[in-house]
């Protein structure tokens, strides 16, 4: 199988930077071809808009979903868009490396999903969710936090860390119908010991080692929805 | 009384740029000065790193919130971080004006947060959220989405909108002290009819005449949490 990592951290000698080395190692290990989209390293300009397309449907009034869809009928993505969404499309295992920076993704790696997400290329008529483009493949989310656990729990004083994630983990990457698999968190690393780090890369290749059974987060499935597109009675959220 | 806009639409002609328009207007109407981070026009850059500063504390090893920290003690910020911080500082009411792209900021609004809201300048030693740097100081997230409001009720198939926009309110603006108002969303603009946008643009512009004087979203303070920032018993989340 083949993996996408999208590396969202400056620094080469960072502890995310160990942890993108380790998934390298890990999944090459295991049989797998990897990839890495080192978005800092290329450069990578993360502000969607005109320049996304090589022409526009409309000069004169610019809407980014309908220039997204058009741009997927006629193959008219900007070249470096167009090399990020080839990547996405080989790969059975997409993973998000990067640090959490208020609470969500730095720019960088946003504006890679704003860009590369495309309307009409990823979703769109029916397409979402459990129907989704990608259904059958996986995602991950690996990251680093400044605050520890407990400061992320659900009465914690940053709020629940799955709470935070949700809009990464179910907005983005289920809604273009990735299983996605628990997030691996190392908490706090920047006051961790050599020690502890250490222990957390060991455990994220143990992870690794697993992607492809382990189960994914429990989102519900299209069918568990109303024609409204709300959940129906009984089922859970 | 001073507000700072920072609008994320890269076309002028658009309804968020009309309820950018709508928002100064009726500032101006009702006595306050306004000032407006246009960052598309501005081509603002939100990648945050290196670059943000004009020397490094250490060349060798990038720690952005190390670097951001010592900027604040040596005023070393670049000049494109600094204009915005003192942006950000002269104004008594923030309001963000931006598209909903993938459940959160575009790429550019995140970055501004990004690199703007920086360590050692906007919080660290004590000050956060209640007891945070702009406490007194006001916030309010003005959106446009592309679904309507039912798909993002707690039962929806896209969640809750607060759950969605929790990272943002608590995580980013409340993190840094401000009272967080309601947030004003215009539902799934793109497929309103012309009346229906002239309304959002008349509610809109009324519930800017009482921003002073609006009931802020209900975030726990400082004093409820015990000692390892857990919410004290009793004290709902």
């Given at each position: 199988?083949?993996?996408?990592?999208?590396?969202?951290?400056?620094e080469?000698?960072?502890?995310?930077?160990a942890m993108?080395?380790t998934?390298?190692?890990?999944?090459?290990?295991?049989?797998?071809?990897?990839?890495?989209?080192?978005?800092?390293?290329?450069?990578?300009?993360?502000?969607?808009?005109?320049?996304?397309?090589?022409?526009?449907?409309?000069?004169?009034?610019?809407?980014?979903?309908?220039?997204?869809?058009?741009?997927?009928?006629?193959?008219?993505?900007?070249?470096?868009?167009?090399?990020?969404?080839?990547?996405?499309?080989?790969?059975?295992?997409?993973?998000?490396?990067?640090?959490?920076?208020?609470?969500?993704?730095?720019?960088?790696?946003?504006?890679?999903?704003?860009?590369?997400?495309?309307?009409?290329?990823?979703?769109?008529?029916?397409?979402?969710?459990?129907?989704?483009?990608?259904?059958?493949?996986?995602?991950?989310?690996?990251?680093?936090?400044?605050?520890?656990?407990?400061?992320?729990?659900?009465?914690?004083?940053?709020?629940?860390?799955?709470?935070?994630?949700?809009?990464?983990?179910?907005?983005?990457?289920?809604?273009?119908?990735?299983?996605?698999?628990?997030?691996?968190?190392?908490?706090?690393?920047s006051?961790?010991?050599?020690?502890?780090?250490?222990?957390?890369?060991?455990?994220?290749?143990?992870?690794?080692?697993?992607?492809?059974?382990?189960?994914?987060?429990?989102?519900?499935?299209?069918?568990?929805?109303?024609?409204?597109?709300?959940?129906?009675?009984?089922?859970?959220?």
């Amino acid at each position: 199988m083949h993996a996408l990592i999208v590396h969202a951290h400056e620094e080469a000698k960072s502890f995310n930077g160990a942890m993108t080395e380790t998934a390298i190692r890990t999944l090459q290990e295991t049989g797998h071809t990897v990839e890495v989209s080192d978005l800092y390293r290329m450069r990578f300009n993360p502000v969607g808009g005109k320049h996304d397309f090589t022409t526009l449907a409309d000069p004169d009034f610019f809407k980014y979903g309908v220039e997204q869809t058009q741009a997927t009928s006629n193959k008219t993505f900007a070249a470096d868009v167009v090399a990020e969404q080839e990547k996405l499309f080989r790969a059975d295992l997409l993973i998000f490396q990067f640090p959490l920076w208020w609470f969500g993704l730095p720019a960088i790696l946003k504006g890679w999903v704003d860009r590369v997400f495309a309307a009409g290329l990823t979703y769109g008529g029916g397409r979402w969710y459990s129907n989704g483009v990608f259904r059958g493949k996986r995602a991950l989310l690996s990251l680093t936090t400044g605050g520890p656990a407990t400061i992320y729990s659900p009465r914690g004083l940053n709020g629940d860390i799955e709470t935070l994630l949700f809009p990464i983990q179910h907005g983005m990457l289920y809604f273009v119908g990735f299983d996605v698999l628990p997030p691996f968190v190392a908490w706090s690393v920047s006051r961790s010991m050599q020690e502890q780090r250490a222990e957390y890369l060991r455990a994220y290749a143990e992870r690794l080692k697993t992607w492809q059974t382990t189960t994914p987060l429990p989102f519900p499935t299209l069918d568990q929805y109303d024609e409204t597109l709300q959940l129906k009675p009984g089922v859970s959220d």
